[in-house]
């Protein structure tokens, strides 16, 4: 993967996102990655930090091998028709991050002749720690791989079924800012029991963190962990239980269900 060019066509916030996380990955050498926009001045940090910058995407696809479609779902039937003439059979695979997009549509824009990926990473790929869903059509393992090796190499990837990448941006890519509004709500609440903006922030920021790895090393279910800290009449069960009664836990599922009737839709 080394040799692997990576062109990212599109560098709005997710795109750069990507670009970035795969120019701090070791196993990525910067020179390989380019990264496309149509005004340059706002993707100049990548330049800094060793991607080539264009704003020519026919260009950029004709140097690379693999090709990640970083747009708007209306925009990429656009886009592909605008590189169709640079892609050639047998070098280049196509991955798509548009939401909605099925793998067909995309192939059928492509006349069926390039492996087709879609991919749903989260903002989080600019730290490396994004989790990304990923399906594809008229792939073998070996391509598969590859495109599994770069999302892993900003977070963690799953190769699920096509069915269920709906539902995967609502759980991961719109998740991350349910995560952030519940972390606003935790830091609200520190500043009313005396803590001051900044210091709640690095508890709570902390207290999230310490929370997911544990679940990860321990991969335990998240109720065991709590039995962990409720104690008989103890403040945590109270807290718990006064959070249920308002709505907690059925609240955030209902945003779930909404999210993905939205986009279903």
Do not use: W
């Not at 720690?129 to 495109?147: F, L, M, P, W």
């Amino acid at each position: 993967m080394k040799n692997e060019k990576i062109s990212v066509i599109g560098c709005g916030n997710l795109g750069k996102s990507i670009a970035k996380g795969l120019l701090d990955d070791q196993d990525f050498s910067s020179e390989n990655v380019i990264a496309t926009r149509r005004n340059l001045s706002l993707i100049k940090d990548l330049e800094e930090a060793g991607a080539e910058i264009t704003s020519d995407n026919c260009y950029a696809v004709s140097k690379s091998n693999i090709i990640l479609i970083a747009v708007k779902p209306y925009n990429v039937s656009k886009i592909i028709n605008e590189i169709k003439p640079a892609l050639i059979e047998g070098k280049h695979i196509i991955v798509s991050l548009a939401t909605g997009l099925g793998t067909a549509e995309i192939s059928e824009m492509l006349d069926g002749k390039f492996p087709v990926f879609r991919a749903m990473p989260n903002i989080a790929a600019n730290i490396g720690e994004s989790v990304t869903c990923i399906c594809g059509k008229n792939s073998d393992q070996e391509q598969t791989a590859k495109v599994k090796f770069i999302f892993d190499a900003i977070g963690e990837s799953l190769i699920i079924n096509e069915e269920l990448m709906e539902a995967a941006t609502i759980l991961g890519a719109c998740g991350i800012a349910f995560v952030f509004r519940f972390i606003r709500a935790m830091i609200q609440g520190g500043i009313q029991i005396g803590f001051d903006a900044n210091t709640a922030k690095k508890i709570v920021s902390q207290t999230v963190k310490g929370a997911a790895e544990m679940l990860q090393q321990n991969n335990d279910h998240p109720e065991s962990e709590i039995d962990k800290v409720t104690t008989p009449k103890g403040c945590t069960i109270v807290g718990l239980n006064e959070m249920e009664h308002q709505g907690f836990s059925s609240s955030l599922i209902r945003g779930i269900v909404s999210s993905f009737e939205k986009i279903e839709k």
